[in-house]
């Protein structure tokens, strides 16, 4: 068992990782001799590929990684504060070393850690400042002269944090905190069977996956001609993960309702193809035996004619090989595509079975849709007592939809809500909330499915209608029930 979680832990060539510095975050895969570019500095991840995730790497030269060695920082210059920062004036004259001084420092090979320490030493200033503006000082000074990296494990949280702070129109602007409340509330677990549809990316499919931990299954409904899996695949899940994930397209969700969803008898398998294939094998065979026959009487005539006959036959045999060879290649790829387009057609029979039963345990909606009409049909597909989570950016789609439900029954608990989040900053005698914060993360309407009474609803519909129609009309339609 060690063996096998230290191999997990472990940076792996061909692995997805994160690099992270300070509070910015991206997603790469690790391979040898290539050149990753983050945060204005280059370098190759071949010295990472064995080391612990979570180990910070300092960039040296050459673009190559090396551990970083904890240092332990006794300077006294540091220990000495001032009490206050009234008498320090920024004229640009108490730093020492000029651009130059530094630019010669970085090209000694002196890294980046030696640097700050002679900027505090050239530093005027320094020692009058408060312990806390030294504090600040030395931290400004660090980002901008070390290097360090740091190579994380792909998480929820990690990806969902890197997306919403360098491509948030990609997730529909979808916060962590809200990814966590749509986990929580669509009670994600291993072992449900979860439909999902979203277009962020492939991020709330990833996280989904990733609590139920490979057990169960998902069917991903999506738009278009296929899924969208960018950030899914920056998850690094293993093959097993994906053996019960299914998809299946939005464009078939009203055919499979009405029951006029096309269930045509599924193309044979390419064993006739290969068959074909065969046979013509047998008859380029058959074209070379006989070739050699012709070869073989040419023997008896005179030793520059054979010469002669023998380069020809050389010719024309190498000339029929490259045609076998392109029709070959020509007859891999119509049986690699029709084995592709029956297997893709047959996982849709598959994942139309699975929703014919409609006992999904719950369903997740995140997309950049109106959310009212995909609600309405997905539901019908989740079994009785099973909640059902719906993202999205604005207020007003999901009152809509909150209104609809209502007026169409068969759910319960129906709630429309909207998390707020704060960063705190946490230091010792200067913890504080941060001056910046997250102007919104989206809202969410969750809500529990039951038994839906055709009957009641029926006649509420018919109330409403009588309610609706004006009074000459509405008596004819009493009249008629009478």
Not at 182 to 207: D, F, Q, S, Y
Not at 255 to 270: I, K, N, R, Y
Request: charged share 30%.
């Amino acid at each position: 068992m060690e063996g096998g979680l230290s191999s997990v832990s472990r940076i792996r060539e061909g692995d997805c990782a994160v690099l992270k510095r300070d509070d910015v975050f991206k997603a790469v895969p690790v391979l040898r001799r290539r050149k990753i570019i983050f945060e204005k500095q280059w370098f190759y991840l071949d010295n990472a590929i064995g080391h612990v995730y979570g180990t910070t790497f300092e960039v040296t030269s050459g673009g190559n990684l090396q551990p970083k060695q904890e240092v332990e920082e006794t300077n006294k210059e540091t220990k000495e504060a001032g009490t206050d920062n009234r008498n320090i004036v920024d004229d640009g004259k108490s730093q020492k070393l000029t651009h130059d001084d530094i630019k010669a420092l970085k090209d000694k090979g002196i890294k980046g850690q030696e640097i700050v320490q002679q900027l505090i030493e050239n530093s005027t200033t320094f020692r009058d400042k408060t312990e806390f503006a030294q504090d600040k000082y030395i931290k400004k000074k660090k980002k901008k002269y070390e290097a360090l990296i740091t190579i994380v494990k792909p998480s929820t949280r990690i990806l969902s944090t890197m997306y919403y702070a360098r491509e948030p129109g990609k997730i529909n602007h979808l916060r962590y905190d809200t990814l966590a409340q749509m986990l929580t509330l669509g009670n994600i677990r291993a072992g449900n069977k979860m439909i999902v549809m979203e277009t962020c990316a492939g991020l709330v499919l990833g996280a989904v996956m990733e609590r139920m931990g490979g057990y169960g299954s998902i069917i991903q409904m999506y738009p278009g001609g296929g899924p969208v899996r960018a950030a899914t695949s920056c998850f690094g899940f293993p093959k097993v993960f994906f053996d019960n994930l299914h998809e299946f397209p939005l464009s078939k969700v009203d055919s499979l309702l009405s029951g006029t969803f096309s269930t045509e008898t599924l193309p044979s398998e390419p064993e006739d193809n290969m068959l074909a294939k065969e046979e013509s094998n047998g008859l380029t065979n058959e074209k070379q035996t006989s070739l050699q026959e012709t070869e073989g009487e040419s023997t008896t005539e005179a030793a520059m004619e054979i010469n002669q006959t023998e380069e020809q036959e050389t010719m024309d045999i190498n000339a029929e090989d490259v045609e076998h060879r392109e029709n070959k290649e020509k007859e891999n790829k119509e049986n690699e595509k029709q084995r592709k387009q029956w297997e893709r057609r047959k996982k849709l029979l598959e994942t139309a079975a699975l929703l014919r039963e409609k006992n999904a345990d719950g369903l997740i909606v995140a997309s950049k849709f109106h959310p009212t009409p995909l609600l309405l049909a997905l539901l019908e597909f989740v079994a009785p007592s099973r909640p059902f989570v719906v993202y999205c950016q604005y207020k007003e789609p999901l009152l809509e939809c909150y209104t609809k439900l209502r007026e169409r029954g068969g759910v319960i608990n129906l709630k429309l809500s909207e998390t707020w989040l704060r960063n705190y900053q946490v230091l010792p005698d200067r913890s504080h909330p941060k001056l910046t914060m997250s102007g919104g993360g989206g809202y969410l309407l969750s809500g529990i499915t039951v038994v839906l009474d055709k009957g009641k609803s029926d006649s509420s519909n018919l109330e409403a209608l009588k309610m609706e129609e004006p009074s000459s009309k509405r008596c004819k339609v009493q009249d008629l029930h009478c």
